[in-house]
Nanobody, 124 residues
């Protein structure tokens, strides 16, 4: 079992930046694919970014490409999401997730462990 806890959310003006962190604990000795997702009330959870175990491969939703960067530090069991040039439409609860299977996927249902989420609000 892996537990993940997000932090770093908050209120920021449009054009600003935030860095989210996702700290993993528990059975972290085995490799995991890590992903970030976001959700607004009344809508389904959307894929944002995913990163491989070694960190060499990543993928992004089209809506965040060029603005967001996912990275990981396995020595610290932490995954990051650097968000730049934020827009009001980026407002959502951002959640981190871990996947035991190492194949890449953007489907939330393919991830096994989830954090509680952190709120990101971008004002116009």
């Amino acid at each position: 079992q892996v537990h993940v806890v997000e932090s770093g959310g908050g209120l920021v003006q449009a054009g600003g930046s935030l860095r989210l962190s996702c700290a993993a604990s528990g059975r972290t000795s085995r490799p995991y694919v890590m992903g970030w997702f976001r959700q607004v009330p009344g809508k389904e959870r959307d894929f944002v970014a995913v990163i491989s175990w070694g960190g060499s491969t990543s993928d992004y939703a089209d809506s965040v490409k060029g603005r967001f960067t996912i990275s990981r530090d396995n020595a610290k069991n932490t995954v990051y999401l650097q968000m730049n040039s934020l827009k009001p439409e980026d407002t959502a609860v951002y959640s981190c997730a871990a996947r035991e299977e190492l194949g890449f996927t953007t489907s939330p249902s393919s991830f096994d462990y989830w954090g509680q989420g952190t709120q990101v609000t971008v004002s116009s």
